[in-house]
Nanobody, 121 residues
């Protein structure tokens, strides 16, 4: 599976962005997809994930503000980010693993390149 993330940029606090992660190579619908982020000087952290069946999971820090979704016809997973805060500033990366989600980055098999999200105060 090859993953390509896009959609990052600069936004003011309170604004919104939508990230996209396009997949190619194998059967996208069979994979769980996750979003992770890494801020400068910090460890990578789990943001959100969606199982092959569509069940969704969120980090507490983004629950209620971010929404993960997938379009299997387009082989794409999205991360809609609303009410953005300066502390959401990070490089966001998408990842794939077999069927069931995980909050642990090391359990993902495939990674896309990151896309930078910068939230100004």
């Amino acid at each position: 599976v090859q993953l390509q993330a896009s959609g990052g940029g600069l936004v003011q606090a309170g604004g919104s962005l939508r990230l996209a992660c396009a997949a190619s190579g194998r059967t996208f619908r069979n994979y769980a997809m996750g979003w992770f982020r890494q801020a400068p000087g910090k460890e990578r952290e789990f943001v959100a994930a969606i199982n092959w069946s569509g069940n969704r999971y969120y980090a507490d820090s983004v629950n209620g503000r971010f929404t993960i979704s997938r379009d299997n016809a387009k082989n794409t997973v999205y991360l809609q980010m609303n009410s953005l805060k300066p502390e959401d500033t990070a490089v966001y990366s998408c990842a794939a693993r077999g069927m069931w989600y995980s909050k642990s980055a090391h359990e993902y098999d495939y990674w896309g390149q990151g896309t930078l999200v910068t939230v100004s105060s």
